[in-house]
């Protein structure tokens, strides 16, 4: 075995999870000079190929990594003497998720494993002067700027001059004014999330969580072509309802029919619409599928999972969260449906093939 790496920094992110370990790591680096070690600790199995591809393709070199009794992860990196990549591709690289994932075409080459990214969401703690005023979900790049903009355009400081200083240590925010804002801190902190419309606090950390998730013990599987026919059935009600645009939709199959189809401006509502009817109607939530128009972060993942149904299919593409909610609870998770192709995420042998 090769000699271990004298380190010139220690890095503890034992209770951190996707994506603020590779976070931490970005700002930790940020203070070493090129060539200089940082040892990185974790136990976020996540990191063994998050941290890796990362460096890489930032520049710096993995020079060694150690898999310890219970889990834990340790890495030594190695900070590269020049960037690989722009601060702005860098920051698209934080941004999202390498997943694997498999594909399903039933017109054109059938199921294969394919890779795809997927958009990152964390929530980001301000503080300012000591004192929390909110708590952003936002896509984990730029924090310092997200944290000066909303200051400004929120008037908890009214000019750039007015802020001394921001530190950003993973997903916390400490920044520091010259003038006592404390009245308007404490009126700030009747709001004290803003979500990005996809996912809560709240549903974040429960899908990071290993412990109290719900899991499906449906067994229900579906032919490929009928759930093609599914999403053509979803998709003509969506065209013949008449609706206004900025709407979204969702949808229950129970063993293949369609029982309730409802609208709602909001994703989540429009969820809590058809499952609410479906369980008035007591319906098999076991042998059913939802559909919905909308992304499918941690929150909407969850809705699913806590009524045991087995199958979940959106017309449009996943976030992280929502992956891992997937995994963790037991659902097939399908997006970018269409009559001839899904993604699934999870669970793929409740499909079966042509």
């Known amino acids: 075995m ?65 898999e310890e009794a219970g889990g834990r992860l340790v890495f030594y990196v190695r900070k590269g003497v020049a960037k690989a990549v722009s601060e702005q591709e860098e920051d698209v690289e934080m941004s999202s998720k390498r997943v694997k994932h498999y594909r399903l075409q039933l017109r054109d080459g059938g199921l294969k494993s394919v890779e795809s990214d997927v958009t990152l969401e964390i929530p980001v703690y301000v503080k300012v002067n000591g004192r929390k005023v909110v708590i952003i979900m936002a896509t984990p790049n730029r924090l310092d700027d997200l944290a000066v903009g909303y200051l400004l355009d929120e008037g908890i400081v009214d000019e750039m001059k007015q802020i001394l ?124 599928i939802i559909m919905t128009s909308g992304r499918q972060p941690a929150s909407m993942v969850l809705k699913a999972a806590r009524m045991n149904i087995p199958i979940s299919a959106s017309m449009r593409g996943p976030i992280y969260s929502g992956v891992l909610a997937a995994q963790r609870t037991g659902i097939t998770l399908i997006c970018y449906a269409t009559a001839n192709r899904f993604d699934i995420y999870s669970g793929a042998d409740r499909i079966r093939l042509p």
């Open 165 to 288: 200083g921001v530190k950003v240590r993973g997903n916390k925010v400490e920044v520091e004014t010259e003038k006592d804002v404390s009245n308007r801190v404490k009126e700030a902190e009747k709001i004290q999330l803003i979500t990005s419309e996809c996912l809560s606090l709240e549903h974040y950390l429960q899908a990071t969580a290993t412990e109290h998730l719900p899991k499906v013990q449906a067994a229900y599987h579906v032919d490929a072509e009928e759930l093609s026919r599914l999403v053509l059935e979803f998709n003509i009600q969506g065209k013949s309802d008449k609706r206004p645009g900025g709407i979204h939709s969702a949808a229950l199959f129970e063993k293949g029919v369609l029982k309730h189809y409802v609208l709602d401006v909001s994703r989540h509502s429009a969820v809590d619409k058809v499952l609410g009817a479906g369980a008035c109607d007591h319906i098999d939530f076991a042998q059913s």
């Open 2 to 66: 090769s000699e271990t790496p004298r380190p010139s920094e220690v890095l503890d992110t034992e209770d951190a999870v996707c994506p603020l370990p590779v976070l931490l790591t970005r700002e930790a680096l940020k203070g070493l000079k090129a060539g200089q070690v940082l040892k990185i600790i974790t136990r976020d199995p996540a990191t063994k190929t998050d941290i890796p591809v990362w460096a890489n393709r930032m520049g710096n070199e993995v020079l060694r990594v150690e």
